[in-house]
């Protein structure tokens, strides 16, 4: 990072974690949450819009409170998308675009504690009619699962699922984990604690 010159630099409180503009006009980011594998990808779209090279050359060229209001706007638009389909119950882009994705370092049947692992492991059972030589096949260790994050309910005890058109999806869930990608950006932009708190509770509610 010290042998790049930089147009715009925006530090976090965590020294591994910046994004900014070279004056080569690349825009670099490091260890940001919302561009993580693991995070779904409408999380990792949100995220890369909000520091793209569009938004770091206004804040060259114009006010920081032009482009906060342009950024805030854009954030308002993500919130009322992701809403809007989850529930429309959109599968095209419930699928596409808000599956989390994990390595499973052990084999999802020697998980015994209740977390993503477990759901899933019960789903595979009940896809293979409680076959467990047949579930445990589909269920090894270093692999990649991916799933959705559901509303508890009395035909799904799990918080997960790798059935998206079977379930609601957590709403209230998906708009916390998006304000984790989002709020530390705002943040290191420049907008007030107070605003950010402001917007926070307008868009979590």
Partial sequence: MQD???KV???TSNKKQYVGLTEQGKVIDKGLIGKKNNQPAYFNEVVSYLISKEYFEQFVIESAEVTLGRIIGYVHFAY???NEKVSNHDLDFIVEKLAYS???SK???DIKQDGWQKDIYNEICADNGGNIELAKSKSQANCVY???KVKE????NGKVTIHPEKHML???KYKEELWKCIEPLLEVCGLAETKVEKLRDELLQ
């Fill in 80 to 82: 009322e998308t992701l």
């Fill in 4 to 6: 790049r010159i930089w």
């Fill in 146 to 148: 991916q799933y959705w």
């Fill in 102 to 104: 994990n390595k499973s």
């Fill in 153 to 156: 309910s009395k035909g799904k």
């Fill in 9 to 11: 630099l925006f530090l």
């Fill in 170 to 172: 957590n709403i209230s």
């Fill in 107 to 109: 084999a999802l049947y």
